[in-house]
């Protein structure tokens, strides 16, 4: 054999003999705990830091506000009229029913830049017999998610309408026909 060809045959023994002994010495005894090593790198706050760039980043989402109710004897209304047609003021009334963000809700409600609508169109007014709706939004926090702001109702318009002029008693009923004795005849 050529010396450069007794050297390349050495070269490849040895790189044989110690190929085995590199790749046992590089195992861990535990090949699990490598991705707990890397997760025990990274602090919790980089963690918390990433889930409000995502989900939280909006914490609060906007839900509908409905209370409505009875004006009455001691229902207030101050409000003045905004150049561009809207009111700002409050009102405040006895809630009979709300929808399910605004259980609990209790007058008097605020509100800026919103749309007063009474039964007349030329009443300024609420009468004591007028019904009261306040329709708006409400800021909810997310699931998980904390915010300052969550809660902030923000009325957008008031309504005001008469009772119904005609009374359920007067009102016949659909299924109350007298009889006239023709159907029930037999040959």
Known sequence: MSFVNRRVALTACLALSVTPALAAASKPVDPGSQGKAHANTQTTASHGKAKAKGRCRKAVVAKGFVASGTYGETGTFTATANPDGTWAGSVGFT??????????????????????????????????????RVIGKVLVAKHGCTSDSAGQVTIRRVVFSAPDATDSTDAPETGDAPDTGDAGAQS
């Open 95 to 132: 809630v009979t029913h709300a929808n399910h963000h605004a259980k609990g809700a209790a007058g008097p409600f605020a509100f800026t830049n919103a749309r007063v609508v009474f039964d007349s169109p030329t009443a300024t007014a609420p009468a004591a017999t007028d019904t009261v």
